[in-house]
Nanobody, 126 residues
Framework: QVQLVESGGGLVQAGGSLGLSCAAS????????MGWFRQAPGKEREFVAA????????SYAESVKGRFTISRDNNKNTLYLQMNGLKPEDTAVYYC???????????????????WGQGTQVTVSS
């Protein structure tokens, strides 16, 4: 079993930055591919970014590429999402997720995620 707890959400103005963290426990963090997802009001959940278990490869949704950066510190069992140049359309509940499947191919596409955090609200004002 894996437990994930997000933190760092809040209210920011357009053009600003915000950093999210996800603390993981319950299994060896370094063995799992990790990802960030978000769900905006009235919208379906969408894939944001993923990072390979060793941290060597990343994958991003086109909408955030160049603005968001996913990273991890396996020694601290922590996943991060640095969000820069925030836009009102980035407003959503952001979720941290872990993939039990060892396939990076699937994780990079936003598939095969089995464990989820509770979510943290990010609101971007104009």
């Amino acid at each position: 079993q894996v437990q994930l707890v997000e933190s760092g959400g809040g209210l920011v103005q357009a053009g600003g930055s915000l950093g999210l963290s996800c603390a993981a426990s319950g299994r060896t963090f370094s063995t799992a591919h990790m990802g960030w997802f978000r769900q905006a009001p009235g919208k379906e959940r969408e894939f944001v970014a993923a990072i390979r278990r060793a941290g060597g490869s990343t994958s991003y949704a086109e909408s955030v590429k160049g603005r968001f950066t996913i990273s991890r510190d396996n020694n601290k069992n922590t996943l991060y999402l640095q969000m820069n140049g925030l836009k009102p359309e980035d407003t959503a509940v952001y979720y941290c997720a872990a993939a039990a499947d060892t396939s990076w191919y699937r994780a990079a596409l936003g598939a095969s995620y089995n464990y989820w955090g509770q979510g943290t609200q990010v609101t971007v004002s104009s």
